[in-house]
T-cell receptor, first 117, second 110 residues
Framework: EAEVAQSPRYKITEKSQAVAFWCDPI?????LYWYRQILGQGPELLVQ????????DSQLPKDRFSAERLKGVDSTLKIQPAELGDSAMYLC???????????????FGPGTRLTVL | RKEVEQDPGPFNVPEGATVAFNCTYS??????FFWYRQDCRKEPKLLMS???SGNEDGRFTAQLNRASQYISLLIRDSKLSDSATYLC???????????FGAGTRLFVKA
């Protein structure tokens, strides 16, 4: 069964350092999402790509976070500098998005658990 | 008011019980609806999509009420393995906004 791949699975860093997370969506999925999930809360959308274009980054803290999907396949999310409040699970998801209302179920990767010390 | 609201629970039920969760949404332009299941420290996994006509998959039944702007999930004959957090997901028309509820925790005990 096709899966969304993410790496690393765990990352411990000190505040003010830079961190980067990688995601490889299910083959053929045009839409890719990055979410942040704090313990006890639901996932919060950070950025959504349609192919290589950003279609929603309204909740992305752009002073420190950046995301790219250069060839419309895999994607990288970067934080620089990391802050204590960034400790969370970072989830990547992808969906087929054939047409509005169809094929838009999202499939998640295992996530990257970030701890900022 | 949050755009998607769920009762956080926890719901503590015995094996074999029937349990129901509701999720309310505020944006009338919401188009697609889903229930996801999330185990502790794991990623969310799609449980079922919610269609206007309702959806049933084994012991699980999902309903959509557009007039009152809520979706529901009914679990019959609860199993220990159903213990998890159930996330309600709403997607707004245009496909560019996906909102997760905070989740409802379910504990099924023997």
């Amino acid at each position: 069964e096709a899966e969304v791949a993410q790496s690393p699975r765990y990352k411990i860093t000190e505040k003010s350092q830079a961190v980067a997370f990688w995601c490889d969506p299910i083959s053929g999925h045009a839409t890719l999402y990055w979410y942040r999930q704090i313990l006890g809360q639901g996932p919060e959308l950070l950025v959504q790509f349609q192919d290589e274009s950003v279609v929603d980054d309204s909740q992305l803290p752009k002073d420190r976070f950046s995301a790219e999907r250069l060839k419309g396949v895999d994607s990288t999310l970067k934080i620089q500098p990391a802050e204590l409040g960034d400790s969370a699970m970072y989830l990547c998801a992808s969906s087929l998005e054939v047409a509005a209302g169809y094929g838009n179920e999202q499939f998640f990767g295992p996530g990257t658990r970030l701890t900022v010390l | 008011r949050k755009e998607v609201e769920q009762d956080p629970g926890p719901f503590n039920v015995p094996e074999g019980a029937t349990v129901a969760f509701n999720c309310t949404y505020s944006n009338s332009a919401s188009q697609s609806f889903f229930w996801y299941r999330q185990d502790c420290r794991k990623e969310p996994k799609l449980l079922m999509s919610v269609y206007s006509s309702g959806n049933e998959d084994g012991r699980f039944t999902a309903q959509l009420n557009r007039a009152s702007q809520y979706i529901s999930l009914l679990i019959r004959d609860s199993k220990l393995s159903d213990s998890a957090t159930y996330l309600c997901v709403v997607k707004v028309t245009g496909g560019f906004k996906t909102i997760f509820g905070a989740g409802t925790r379910l504990f099924v005990k023997a």
